[in-house]
Structures are given as structure tokens and as C-alpha cells.
């Protein structure tokens, strides 16, 4: 082809576009967690919906991310409405999400096996289109708290199923809703305990009218919400639905949208409740203890999702440097390179690995104490370390790229904005340590589960049997406040190591020489010599 006389250069070691991508096909540590962890039966339907997470998925992302929901407060005549806009992509993710059941399949389809294949439909839905994560992981945590109130059979009904309707009707017109939570204000988040919004009974059973706010309350177009306020007998736990039982409109008002660093498709509003009606769900002051149920599944999706995000980041930045060249070589044949991309590899299998085998442990809860126990506090361990080292991983990544993993087109700065979330949300990483301390001290049940999971992994490498020693010593010896972060790392790096000992995963040794054993520094790329770069780099992406 002759050459426009505008033509002022020939576009050349720039990489091909990295989507359309198999994300089931490249993700050897997914495929292998899912098999290990028993849903292997969910295999061709994971891998139908990888084909969408890495296909039309990061499409409608870019759309929703790009065009940023907006809120209504009133329509045109001056009528309240508290509505928010969101782009028509939006809501298409969010259909597509909930009909291949990231919400709903481990109670629509409750068989061995299936949280595990729900962790990771969320673990590959993050990987695209990280904003509507939030109400489709509200949407399926809410389902157990739900189940505990019979008048509640509806919802619990609806939300299980795999139907979105992001109207804005009566429950009783969808085939299927959303729900989402509130629990922090503007005195406290973490501290729960100070909630001022009051609850007053109301003639009906169970029926309060609530007065107050919420300082937080994301995704406020999901048809109910969990939320906490002050009864008579103390803190308590509520549904409180966008459209009251007798057809009228709830009293939630939507009085701002927060504007966020990242999270963009996603909304996050202020809210205020006017007596709105709300019914009750468990006793009156035992609302911590009845909404932690829901926590705990959002926590593990935290996990899964910070999991999900290092592994998109890694695979951009392994795609990059595969087809970038610089002084004579491809950025991936750099041994500099290599190194970095060795180890983002090792962190992120783990992760993978840790997150889906905390997802089995949650499969298996029902019939296994062990396994609730071990979930209990592997959910806390697991969130404090694996979401706080997103951000960072993602900045690694991003790096990989250069110049142009700055640029927007490239999405990691999407990633880079979204990573530090999981971590706040949800408890944030302090909440995570001293939930730690707190289970250890209060269920000694999941110490000795901690410690069964541990010791199962030991007498095949000599890193990790050196680090279960001092392990043990630090746990009987126990810490104050002070030490539990210093705790939690111990125990996350360890309970990391088993998990891929006990897989006879292929870089359990790297793993522990480098994360256990001293074989690397602070910072990414410092792996010390005897570490197999290859190995690690070999499974990033096929081909
Ligand atoms: C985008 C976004 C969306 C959100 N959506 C929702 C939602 O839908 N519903 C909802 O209920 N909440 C939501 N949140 C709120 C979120 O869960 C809280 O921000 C979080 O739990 C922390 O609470 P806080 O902001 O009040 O901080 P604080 O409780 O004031 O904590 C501030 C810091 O102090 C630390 N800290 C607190 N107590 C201790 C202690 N005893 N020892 C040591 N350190 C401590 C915390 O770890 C944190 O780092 C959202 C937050 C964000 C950013």
C-alpha cells in the first residue's frame, strides 16, 4: 500500500489490543483453585463467563466508568424522587452479572461446590467491571441475614434469582431485586456502635419507623437495604425497602453522591431517613451480631475482588511487555523485567489460591465446623493482607507499560483508582487485625483450625517449617493491640504458603523461599537468585 503523503512516521512496537481475551483460558491459578477447591462441575459455565469478562464486559466498564451515574433528586415538576441515572451499560453488566449468577448461584443452585463457583464469577466479574462488584456481592450476602426473618421469604426468593430489574417499582413487580446495606455515619463507621439513628415500633410486627442517616450507603438504587439502627432494646438490624409493603414510596432520601477517586460506574450516596419504614430483622440489640453474617460474605468478596484486580493488572502487564521491545530485546526477555514480572506472578497465584480456598472453606461451612471456623478467620486475615497489597501491585503493574500505563485507554489507571477500596470498605485493615485478635481470643475454635490448616503443610519445605516454628510461638504467645497487624501479616504469609503446599502447587517452594524464607527485599522485583523466574512467568498467560 502506497503511503499517504500524511503519514509522518510507521506505528511500530506498539501491542496488539489485549481484549478479546479467554480469561478462563489464560488464568492457569483460577482453573486449578476451582478444581481443588470442588467445583469442578462448574467449569463450562465459568468459562462461558470468562469469555463475557474478557469480551463484552470491559466494553460496557469503559462506557459506565466514563459516563458516571448521576442523581435525581427531583423530577421536573418539583416531585421528590431520589433516583439515580445511571448509563444504559450499567445496567447491562449488572443484567448480564445476575443471569450467569454472580449474585445469586450459591442459593439458586445450592450443590457442593457452588460458593466456590460464585467466588469465581465474582473474582472474574471484578476483573471487568469492578463497580457493579458492589451491589451484586451486597445482593448475595444479604440472602443469609434475610433467610432469618420468615416474612422475609420474598426477598430472600427474589434476591437468589437470576433476574435484574433496575426499575425503580414495588418489589412485588420484579421478578428479581438488589439490596444493599448501610451501617456507617458520620460519628462512626468502625465503630458501629455509635449509629444515632433511631427505630421506633410501629403498630405492626416487627415494623419500626426509622429517623436518622447514613454517611455511606452505596448502590442506593437497590430495591432494600440492610441497615442498623437504635431500637429500644439497643442496636438492631433492619430491612428497610425503597417502596413500602402498601405500594407508597419509603422515606430514604438521596441527599448527595460521593465523588470518589475510583469506583466510578458505581454510586455512593448520603442518605437521610425520614421515619422511614423498615421491619426487623433478628432480635433488638443483636443487630452487630446479626448483620456480620453479611459482612462476612462481603469481606471474602473483598478478597476475591483485590485478588481479581492483581490478576487483570498482571496479565495487562504481562501482555505489554511481551510485545514491547526496548534497547534491542522484549521487555519480557529483560532479566530486570523478569524479576518483577516473577514476583507480581507469586503474589498474585496466591492470592488466587488463598482467596478461592477461603471460598471452599465457606462451601463446606454448613457440614464442616472446621471449615466455618477456619472461614471465620481466614476471611479476616485473608482481606487485611491480600486488599492492602492491591494498590501497590497495581502501581507495579502499571508500571510494566511505561508511559502509556498512566494513560486511561490502557486501564490500569482504573485498576490503580479502584485497588484501595476493598481494603476500607468493609471493615478497614485495623478492623481486619483486631477481628483477628478478637476471634483468637473469643472462638478458640478458630485458632486450632488456623493451626490444622498449618501444620498439614509442614515437612515438605524447609522456608515455611522455619516460619511455622516462630508462627506457633508468636500465636501462643499472643500480641496486644499494637501487634495485630504484625499478627495477621504472620498468619496470612503462612496460611498462603500452606494453601500452596498442601495444592502441591508448582511455585510453593518460590513462594515460601521468597515470602517466608528472606529471599527478597521490600519492593517488587527483588527476588533473590535461586528463585525460577521462569516458572512464575510461564503461567501468567498462555502461549
Ligand atoms: C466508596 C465507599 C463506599 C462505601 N459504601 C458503604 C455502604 O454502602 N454502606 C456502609 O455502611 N458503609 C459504606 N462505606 C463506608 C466504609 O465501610 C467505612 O468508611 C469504613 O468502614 C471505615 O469507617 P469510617 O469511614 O467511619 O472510618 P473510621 O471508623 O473513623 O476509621 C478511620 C481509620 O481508623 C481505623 N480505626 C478505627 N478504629 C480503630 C481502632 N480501634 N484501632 C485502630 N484503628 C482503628 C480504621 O481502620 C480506619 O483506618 C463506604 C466507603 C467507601 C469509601
Redesign the pocket.
Known amino acids: 500500500m502506497q503511503a499517504s503523503p500524511f503519514d509522518t512516521h510507521a506505528v511500530t512496537n506498539q501491542p496488539p489490543p489485549f481484549f478479546p481475551r479467554d480469561l478462563w483460558a489464560d488464568d492457569i491459578a483460577l482453573r486449578e483453585a476451582v478444581a481443588r477447591e470442588g467445583a469442578e462441575a462448574f467449569a463450562p459455565r465459568l468459562a462461558g463467563y470468562a469469555a463475557l469478562a474478557g469480551g463484552e464486559l470491559p466494553r460496557l466498564a469503559d462506557e459506565a466508568h466514563r459516563d458516571r451515574p448521576r442523581l435525581r433528586t427531583h423530577d421536573r415538576f418539583g416531585h421528590r424522587i431520589d433516583r439515580v441515572e445511571f448509563n444504559a451499560a450499567w445496567h447491562e453488566a449488572m443484567r448480564t452479572a445476575i443471569a450467569h449468577g454472580v449474585a445469586g448461584l450459591s442459593w439458586h443452585e445450592p450443590r457442593p461446590g457452588a460458593h466456590v463457583a460464585r467466588a469465581a464469577l465474582a473474582y472474574l466479574h471484578y476483573q471487568a467491571e469492578p463497580g457493579s462488584s458492589?451491589p451484586l456481592t451486597?445482593t448475595h450476602a444479604a440472602v443469609p441475614v434475610l433467610r432469618h426473618e420468615p416474612a422475609l421469604r420474598e426477598w430472600v426468593d427474589k434476591a437468589a434469582m437470576p433476574h435484574y430489574d433496575g426499575r425503580d417499582v414495588p418489589m412485588a413487580e420484579k421478578r428479581g431485586v438488589t439490596l444493599?446495606?448501610?451501617?456507617?455515619e458520620k460519628q462512626?463507621?468502625?465503630?458501629v456502635r455509635a449509629n444515632t439513628t433511631r427505630a421506633t415500633p410501629l403498630a405492626g410486627e416487627g415494623e419500626y419507623a426509622l429517623v436518622g442517616h447514613?454517611?455511606?450507603?452505596?448502590?442506593p438504587m437497590s430495591d432494600a437495604f440492610l441497615v442498623l439502627a437504635q431500637a429500644p432494646g439497643g442496636l438492631s438490624c433492619f430491612l428497610l425497602p425503597r417502596w413500602r409493603p402498601d405500594g407508597g414510596k419509603n422515606a430514604l432520601r438521596l441527599m448527595r453522591l460521593?465523588d470518589?477517586l475510583g469506583?466510578w460506574s458505581n454510586a455512593?450516596s448520603e442518605v437521610e431517613f425520614e421515619g422511614a419504614w423498615a421491619r426487623r430483622i433478628g432480635e433488638e440489640g443483636r443487630g452487630i451480631a446479626t448483620i456480620l453474617e453479611m459482612v462476612m460474605l462481603t469481606r471474602l468478596d473483598c478478597m476475591l475482588g483485590s485478588a481479581g484486580l492483581m490478576r487483570m493488572a498482571l496479565a495487562q502487564a504481562a501482555h505489554h511487555a511481551r510485545h514491547r521491545s526496548a534497547f534491542g530485546r522484549r521487555l519480557v526477555d529483560q532479566p530486570l523485567m523478569r524479576n518483577v514480572l516473577a514476583d507480581l506472578a507469586l503474589e498474585s497465584e496466591a492470592a488466587t489460591a488463598f482467596a478461592l480456598r477461603v471460598a471452599g472453606a465457606v462451601d463446606r461451612a454448613e457440614t464442616d465446623p472446621r471449615e466455618a471456623a477456619f472461614a471465620r478467620i481466614a476471611t479476616a486475615i485473608g482481606k487485611y493482607r491480600i486488599c492492602k497489597l492491591a494498590p501497590a501491585f497495581a502501581n507495579e503493574a502499571q508500571e510494566c507499560l511505561g508511559g502509556a500505563g498512566y494513560v486511561e485507554e490502557s486501564l490500569l489507571p482504573r485498576l490503580y483508582r479502584q485497588a484501595p477500596?476493598n481494603s476500607?470498605?468493609?471493615?478497614?485493615?485495623?478492623?481486619q487485625c483486631?477481628d483477628v485478635l478478637r476471634a483468637l481470643a473469643r472462638e478458640p475454635e478458630t485458632r486450632a483450625a488456623v493451626l490444622v490448616e498449618l501444620r498439614a503443610a509442614a515437612g515438605v519445605d524447609p522456608a515455611f517449617d522455619a516460619a511455622l516454628a516462630a508462627g506457633e510461638t508468636a500465636l501462643s504467645a499472643g500480641t496486644d493491640?499494637a501487634g495485630a497487624r504484625a499478627l495477621a501479616e504472620r498468619l496470612a504469609l503462612l496460611l498462603q504458603g500452606a494453601t500452596l503446599l498442601r495444592a502441591n502447587h508448582p511455585l510453593a517452594r518460590d513462594w515460601c523461599a521468597s515470602r517466608l524464607g528472606g529471599g527478597r527485599g521490600e519492593g517488587y522485583g527483588t527476588l533473590a537468585a535461586g528463585i525460577d523466574l521462569d516458572a512464575a512467568i510461564a503461567r501468567i498467560l498462555p502461549g
Do not use: P, R, V, Y
Open positions: 458492589c451486597m444493599g446495606m448501610g451501617m456507617t462512626g463507621g468502625s465503630d447514613k454517611w455511606f450507603f452505596s448502590a460521593k470518589k469506583d455512593s477500596l476500607i470498605w468493609e471493615g478497614s485493615a485495623n478492623i483486631l493491640e
